[in-house]
């Protein structure tokens, strides 16, 4: 079993940067990919950004150049880096991680970001 605990959600005006944290706690030496989800109202979950172990990344389309995914597997933390954000990037945002091997992702428990036009 995996724990992860996002921070670092909150209110920004358009144009502003927010930097989200998640730690993962418990058995975290077989995490493989890490990541972002985010759900706005009304809408689906939707990928945001995940890496790999190994630091292969991936974005979504409407996030590519504005936010950056990192990842620390020593103090297995993950971090996204969100820049130039948008009112469309209000969202609630949960962390993600995965064995990689076919068994569901554990979650964090989500935290919000609000961005004013």
């Known amino acids: 079993q995996v724990q992860l605990v996002e921070s670092g959600g909150g209110l920004v005006q358009a144009g502003g940067s927010l930097r989200l944290s998640c730690a993962a706690s418990?058995?975290?030496?077989?995490?493989?990919?890490m990541g972002w989800y985010r759900q706005a109202p009304g809408k689906q979950r939707e990928l945001v950004a995940g890496i790999s172990r190994g630091g292969s990344t991936r974005y979504a389309d409407s996030v590519k150049g504005r936010f950056t995914i990192s990842r620390d597997n020593a103090k297995n933390t993950v971090v996204l880096q969100m820049n130039s954000l948008k009112p469309e990037d209000t969202a609630v945002y949960y962390c993600y991680g995965g064995y990689g091997d076919g068994s569901d992702n554990f979650w964090g428990q989500g935290t919000q970001v609000t961005v004013s036009s």
């Open positions: 418990g058995n975290t030496r077989s995490l493989a990919g």
